[in-house]
């Protein structure tokens, strides 16, 4: 398992190694040792995975309390994911990354507690899936607004995305309820 640094230091790349042969592959996606040799010490509570069409975009979700780490993959199809700083006190408030992800590349993403999170689909359809470090909590979830200019994500669109009605009224960055 290889981890890459992005332009916010505690948001990760993580490349998975991949044994291949005509048949098919085998990788790990998760393993407590091999994660915590990474420095990563995770302990996670709940999985999660999703199905979406081309176009749908899905964020920027976070949880206010109980706040959600997140190791999140794609096992079919590809997505653009995002992950933005909402820690107030951190010198990167309000920055953001995102990588595609696939399941060519079989790349994952952490994001830790203290970020929103959110995803476009690229592909005709997608399947999404993560592991989250904290339970599912509706009265604390929170929603940034994906297209907030503040934070100018640059999100690879083709026309215009469909999204749930929670998210197409996510909260700016300046009036959201963020982390210290």
């Known amino acids: ?36 040799s990474l420095g ?5 509570v709940q999985d999660n995975h999703s199905r979406s069409r081309k176009g749908v975009l899905r964020g920027l979700h976070y949880q206010l309390h109980q706040p959600q780490g997140k190791l ?7 997505v653009f994911d995002v992950a933005v ?7 990167h408030f309000g920055r953001w990354e ?28 997608a399947d999404f899936l993560y592991k989250t470090t904290e339970y599912y909590a509706p009265e604390h979830e929170r929603c940034l607004l994906w297209n907030d200019p503040e934070i100018g994500i640059c999100w690879p669109l083709d ?16 009036t959201a309820e963020g982390y210290t």
């Open 1 to 36: 398992m290889k981890l890459i640094a992005t332009a916010l230091p505690e948001v990760l790349i993580v490349e998975p190694i991949v044994f291949g042969d005509p048949r098919g592959f085998f990788l790990e996606s998760w393993n407590r040792k091999t994660f915590a």
């Open 40 to 44: 990563l010490e995770l302990d996670f």
């Open 72 to 78: 999140v993959r794609v096992t079919h199809g590809a």
């Open 85 to 91: 700083d909402l820690r107030r006190s951190s010198p």
């Open 98 to 125: 995102g990588i595609e992800l696939s399941a060519e590349n079989q790349r994952m993403f952490w994001i830790p507690p203290g970020f929103a999170h959110g995803f476009l689909v690229l592909s005709e359809t």
């Open 159 to 174: 026309g215009e995305p469909a999204l749930s009605a929670k998210d197409r009224v996510g909260t700016p960055l300046q």
